[in-house]
């Protein structure tokens, strides 16, 4: 069993709707990731979070650690948020090898 | 300010050569990290550079190594590449090591073996 679980896997959404995506994770950490990746494969943080909430335009990342969960929310979804998203967490102890990436969430927003 | 800059940004090779990556990081930031993306594994990370040594390596097999120079500037190095290298591999920086260090990453480098 992964690490980090995302689901799900693909999504296909019509223009406005509210979109969620879901991280779960059996480790400890001490930080959590959202990343995007669109295609031609550039990657962009979206988020960095280790309680509560944080938003950032249409976008809401949550975490609750007692759970070992985390969303991100997109609202009003538009075709330019087409992407893949990934969610990571960092284990503690510092340095990018405590970096464990979930698999992606293909999100695709049609017109 | 500029971000993340990696080149080549494309790259077919055969198998048994050997290929150099390399990465620029943003301008003030003291660690590069490297990761490897298939379709497969999806992201694993690879090694990590920080003042010019290597902080931590992934469970990768020997032929893949890196540097990184005095300018924060990495390359990374895989000999005698094999089939299922093939993959998009991407390298990041941030400002300092650590957990509360937002990781910025570059374009990637997508390399084909054949």
């Known amino acids: 069993k992964n690490e980090v679980e995302q689901s799900p896997q693909n999504l296909t959404a019509q223009e406005g709707e509210f979109i969620t995506i879901n991280c779960s994770y059996s480790?400890?950490?001490?930080?959590l990731h959202w990343l995007q990746q669109h295609p031609g494969g550039g990657i962009v943080s979206l988020f960095m979070?280790?309680?509560g909430k944080k938003k950032h335009g249409r976008l809401i990342a949550t975490i609750n650690i007692q759970e070992k969960h985390s969303s991100l929310h997109i609202t009003a979804s538009h075709p330019r948020d087409s992407a893949v998203y990934i969610c990571?967490?960092?284990?503690?102890?510092?340095?990018?090898?405590?970096?464990?990436f979930g698999k992606g969430t293909h999100l695709i927003i049609q017109p | 300010k500029a971000g993340v800059t990696q080149t080549p940004r494309y790259l077919i090779k055969t198998r048994g050569q050997q290929v150099t990556l390399s990465c620029s990081p943003i301008?003030?930031?003291?660690?590069v990290s490297w990761y490897q993306q298939t379709p497969g594994q999806g992201l694993q990370f690879l090694f990590e550079?920080?003042?010019?040594?290597?902080?931590n390596k992934g469970n990768f097999p020997g032929r893949f190594s890196g540097r990184q120079f005095s300018n924060s500037r990495s390359e990374m190095n895989v000999s005698t590449l094999e089939l299922g290298d093939s993959a998009l591999y991407l390298c990041?920086?941030?400002?300092?090591?650590?957990?509360?260090?937002?990781?910025?990453f570059g374009p990637g480098t997508r390399l084909t073996v054949t």
């Open positions: 990041a920086s941030s400002r300092d090591r650590g957990q509360t260090y937002e990781q910025y």
């Open positions: 550079y920080f003042s010019e040594t290597q902080r």
């Open positions: 301008s003030g930031h003291r660690s």
């Open positions: 480790v400890g950490i001490s930080a």
């Open positions: 979070l280790s309680s």
């Open positions: 990571a967490v960092h284990r503690p102890g510092g340095g990018a090898d405590g970096l464990t």
